[in-house]
């Protein structure tokens, strides 16, 4: 059934995984706005690793790091191995005086790179977060094989996407915990992230099956989608 939402979200995601980057520009409109609304959904995840995680000294890396916002929240938690890669150029840029403004510039570290391609030894990595990058992957088939390769015995990878097909009782649930009005948290996802129904029998489970076995599983919290990975 034809559905403008999807559509819109369709071509949105279309777009975004075919560019990858985002241009300089809408980078720094990025750091100002999107920045905050998702400064809430950061925080939490931060919180969710520092829960799992006692020992400040793993190793962790963000992939599709954007302006810093989620591993900032880490470094304020205590830890000190840090890494962001971003393929933009100027993202990194704009994190990296993120972390100088904070004061936080010693204890994290942004690189430019594409994440089809982590360069990490195999084994090397703890903790393995994204959140709303998912959808500019253009071959996930190959970031969830990097991931896996990289992560160390007992690793945990935590991707976060958003998703706009979901009720609308679970989008006001979400626009509470994450503190973003209701009409936000229903547009947010339709440009910015991936349907819940391409994680359960789309492309993006095809590439979950085709590479990762028994080592994953997806669940849903209103409009946020998480796929956890494991190693060991």
């Given at each position: 059934m034809f559905s403008l939402s999807g559509f819109v979200n369709f071509l949105s995601t279309f777009v975004q995984r075919r560019v990858q980057s985002i241009p300089s520009i809408p980078a720094y409109l990025y750091n100002v706005?999107?920045?905050?609304?998702?400064?809430?959904?950061?925080y939490l995840v931060a919180l969710g690793v520092a829960r799992v995680f006692r020992d400040r000294s793993i190793r962790i890396v963000d992939l599709g790091s954007g302006t810093g916002s989620l591993l900032l929240n880490l470094a304020r938690f205590g830890y000190g191995y840090l890494v962001g890669i971003?393929?933009?150029?100027?993202?990194?840029?704009?994190?990296?005086?993120?972390?100088?403004?904070?004061?936080?510039?010693?204890?994290?570290?942004f690189i430019v790179g594409d994440v089809h391609n982590l360069p990490f030894r195999s084994r090397s990595i703890n903790c393995i977060?994204?959140?709303?990058?998912?959808?500019h992957i253009r071959r996930p088939h190959v970031l969830f094989s990097e991931v896996l390769r990289v992560l160390c015995r007992g690793g945990l990878a935590l991707i976060y996407e958003f998703s706009y097909d979901v009720s609308f009782s679970e989008a006001l649930a979400s626009a509470r915990k994450l503190q973003i009005t209701p009409l936000l948290i229903k547009t947010l996802p339709i440009l910015h992230g991936i349907p819940r129904r391409e994680f359960i029998d789309g492309f993006i489970a095809s590439a979950l099956r085709a590479c990762c076995?028994?080592?994953?599983?997806?669940?849903?919290?209103?409009?946020?989608?998480?796929?956890?990975?494991?190693y060991g």
């Open positions: 706005l999107p920045r905050r609304i998702l400064s809430r959904l950061h971003d393929i933009s150029r100027t993202m990194c840029r704009i994190a990296r005086l993120n972390a100088l403004l904070e004061r936080l510039y010693s204890h994290v570290d977060l994204s959140t709303g990058a998912l959808h076995r028994n080592k994953y599983e997806v669940s849903f919290d209103g409009i946020v989608t998480l796929v956890k990975l494991s």
